[in-house]
């Protein structure tokens, strides 16, 4: 079922990309994710004067010989990542310029999703799924098994089949999620974000205080950006279809862009301050090329 969301050749590029957390995550099993946990591994966290019971074999002899005290070694744990991918399925994220190879930001924000999931679940950490727009549309849980990858493409392949002329509201769908995910994971939002942004960074704040490594992957068309249109035509809300207004993108193009320009300025604004990562995307840019570069520069970081 991957292959009715990404094609071969994507496939086949990323192979070579690794999803590794900026944080340290809590997990049940080894994995390729520090924890906070400290455990038997291959890196070293610090040393610990020893006390009965330890085990003789966790003795550092090489310090015992420089200082005639026992002190034993602590590693730190790897671990199993758990990621809960959160996929916004109003009507805005159905709009598909002409641009991006009839793409719409829900079809790319879908192979994002998708990327997401092939990536994980090869190297055994657990993705859950969840769509929403007013309400929550499909939640799948956390699970690290070969088979979940399908279920994930066939909830958003089917996803994509209804009609999605509504509305969003981040407060009230995402707010059920708070008591159901696990503490120390990481959240991944694919949203264009339009809708009211102090409850959506009022609401990743608070995933963001539970020890989630929250990301947002904002997901736009480059007519939304350049606002390109030159001949008088109807717009039409894609949440409110009964809204319709005959303009004149010209004489509207300035105010438009100056607005949409301190809309961003915004949103970059109230994320930072509660410390969520913003990763700003257009869908004509291949969404593969962006992943490579977001993973390339957590690696870095990491």
Same mark, same amino acid.
């Given at each position: ?160 089949? =209804? ?8 407060? @009230?769908?995402?707010?059920? #999620?708070?008591? $159901?995910? !696990? /503490? ?95 990763? =700003? ?8 090329? @962006?992943?490579?570069?977001? #993973?390339?520069? $957590?690696? !870095? /970081?990491?």
């Amino acid at each position: 079922m991957i292959t009715k969301l990404l094609q071969p050749n994507e496939l086949a590029r990323l192979k070579t990309l690794q999803m590794l957390a900026r944080n340290r995550v809590e997990g049940f099993c080894s994995g390729l994710h520090r924890s906070p946990n400290k455990g038997q591994s291959v890196e070293f966290r610090e040393h610990r004067p020893y006390a009965r019971g330890d085990e003789v074999r966790s003795i550092d002899w090489n310090v015992f010989a420089k200082s005639d005290r026992l002190f034993i070694r602590q590693y730190e744990e790897e671990t199993n990542l758990q990621a809960n991918l959160i996929v916004d399925c109003s009507g805005s994220m159905r709009y598909a310029g002409t641009r991006a190879d009839g793409l719409s930001k829900w079809q790319y924000a879908c192979k994002l999703a998708g990327a997401f999931s092939y990536l994980m679940l090869n190297q055994q950490d657990s993705v859950g799924l969840v769509t929403f727009d007013q309400f929550i549309r499909t939640s799948l849980p956390s699970r690290s098994t070969a088979t979940h990858l399908s279920a994930i493409s066939t909830a958003l392949l089917s996803q994509g089949l =209804q009609s999605k002329e509504s509305s969003t509201d981040f407060a @009230a769908a995402l707010s059920p #999620l708070l008591p $159901r995910l !696990r /503490r120390g994971g990481v959240i991944v939002l694919f949203s264009d974000c339009f809708g009211d942004l102090a409850s959506l960074a009022t609401l990743l704040g608070q995933f963001r205080q539970a020890r989630n490594d929250v990301i947002v992957f904002q997901v736009l068309d480059r007519d939304e950006c350049d606002f390109p249109f030159r001949k008088p035509a109807d717009f039409r809300s894609l949440e409110m279809p009964s809204l319709i207004h005959r303009l004149d993108p010209v004489s509207l193009r300035n105010a438009y862009l100056d607005r949409f320009k301190k809309w961003q300025a915004e949103l970059v604004d109230v994320l930072a301050k509660s410390r969520i990562e913003l990763v =700003q995307l257009v869908t004509d840019i291949s969404f593969e090329e @962006a992943l490579a570069e977001f #993973l390339s520069t $957590r690696s !870095r /970081r990491r």
